[in-house]
């Protein structure tokens, strides 16, 4: 079993509509959870940090964790086709740093 | 904040020679730095973990003596891919961490990758 899946998509979205990528993590001992964004051909960039369950809003961006469910999300409010690109789940359990394999977004204008 | 570079940003070599990669974190002490590479359409594959002062941890199945890790200082690791084949071909990615592991706020910053193409 994998620390971290994620769906690899594509998924695809209508311009101005919210994308929802999603994120399983397999270790309840898990402590933090980031997302990432990668554009192709260029290395990943963080968006987001999150520690606590519940939701964590910044600009267009809000990650949720749901540490009972071992899930944590993504929503990308209004979204433009600049937000096309894969998008990395990361979860670091004590000194490890666990990487998915990506979502590819794409949103459609 | 928490800028991290890679020197060179593209490099293209000749089949056996030796590539050195440069990461750098400018505007912090980076404790541990981590190396990926990253093959078209795939995702990142982490290589090695590498500790300012002591031997890097490399992955299984990354040869040591092939990729050379050296974290000389707090801001500066380096990558050496010795005597480079066609197949070593990638983006090789860098990160940096300004805190150590098991502490709230530990991440990774990245820096902007370095294409190797060998010939």
């Known amino acids: 079993q994998k620390e971290v899946e994620q769906n690899s998509g594509p998924l695809s979205v209508p311009e101005g509509a919210i994308a929802s990528l999603n994120c399983t993590y397999s270790?309840?001992?898990?402590?933090?959870f980031f997302w990432y964004r990668q554009y192709s051909g260029k290395s990943p960039e963080l968006i987001m940090f999150?520690?606590?369950?519940g939701d964590k809003e910044d600009g267009r961006f809000t990650a949720q964790l749901n540490k009972a469910s071992q899930y944590v999300s993504l929503l990308i409010r209004d979204s433009q086709p600049s937000d096309s690109a894969t998008y990395l789940c990361?979860?670091?359990?004590?000194?490890?740093?666990?990487f998915g394999t990506g979502t590819s977004l794409t949103v459609i204008p | 904040g928490a800028v991290v570079s890679q020197h060179p940003s593209w490099v293209i070599c000749k089949s056996g020679t030796s590539v050195k990669i440069e990461c750098r974190s400018l505007?912090?002490?980076?404790?541990?730095m981590f190396w990926y590479r990253q093959f078209p359409k795939q995702s990142l594959m982490l290589m090695a973990t590498?500790?300012?002062?002591?031997?890097?941890?490399?992955e299984q199945g990354v040869e040591k003596d092939k990729f050379l890790i050296n974290h000389a200082s707090l801001t500066l690791s380096t990558l050496t891919v010795t005597s480079a084949h066609p197949e070593d071909s990638s983006f090789y990615i860098c990160?940096?961490?300004?805190?150590?592991?098991?502490?709230?706020?530990?991440?990774?910053?990245f820096g902007p990758g370095t294409r190797l193409t060998v010939l």
């Open positions: 999150i520690y606590s369950n």
């Open positions: 590498s500790n300012e002062g002591s031997k890097a941890t490399y």
């Open positions: 270790d309840r001992g898990s402590q933090s």
């Open positions: 990361a979860v670091v359990k004590g000194n490890q740093f666990y």
């Open positions: 990160s940096a961490s300004p805190l150590t592991p098991g502490l709230a706020g530990y991440t990774q910053y």
């Open positions: 505007d912090f002490q980076a404790t541990t």
